[in-house]
């Protein structure tokens, strides 16, 4: 079993940060990659960062940082703008140690709401 949980999440408003973590346990045998992603409402989930990669709206403001030997992901994100509200998710590309090939694990989300 693999679980992958984020924490961070909350109200703030525009001009503030948050700081949001994800942690990935259980059955891991290795790690392939760790990102984030979010759902705002009525839209398409949405890559935010990866590696070094990160959408074009977040360039600048947020920053996403991995910690291997713990299995945890951060993302600091700044200047944040009523656009970034939505569902934060924490995705995790793993292999565990029942299966050789590598999978995505999802977080539950968390929430951001940025006010105006």
């Known amino acids: 079993q693999v679980q992958v949980v984020e924490s961070g999440g909350g109200l703030v408003q525009a001009g503030g940060s948050l700081r949001l973590s994800c942690v990935a346990s259980?059955?891991?045998?290795?790690?392939?990659?760790m990102g984030w992603y979010r759902q705002a409402p009525g839209k398409q989930r949405e890559l935010v960062a990866v590696g070094t990669n990160y959408a074009d709206s977040v360039k600048g403001r947020f920053t996403i940082y991995r910690y291997n030997a713990k299995n945890t992901v951060y993302l600091q994100m700044n200047s944040l703008k009523p656009e970034d509200t939505a569902i934060y998710y924490c995705?995790?590309?793993?292999?565990?140690?029942?299966?050789?090939?590598?999978?995505?694990?999802w977080g539950q989300g968390t929430q951001v709401t940025v006010s105006s």
């Open positions: 995705n995790a590309v793993l292999r565990t140690n029942y299966d050789y090939r590598y999978k995505a694990s």
């Open positions: 259980g059955s891991i045998f290795r790690i392939n990659d």
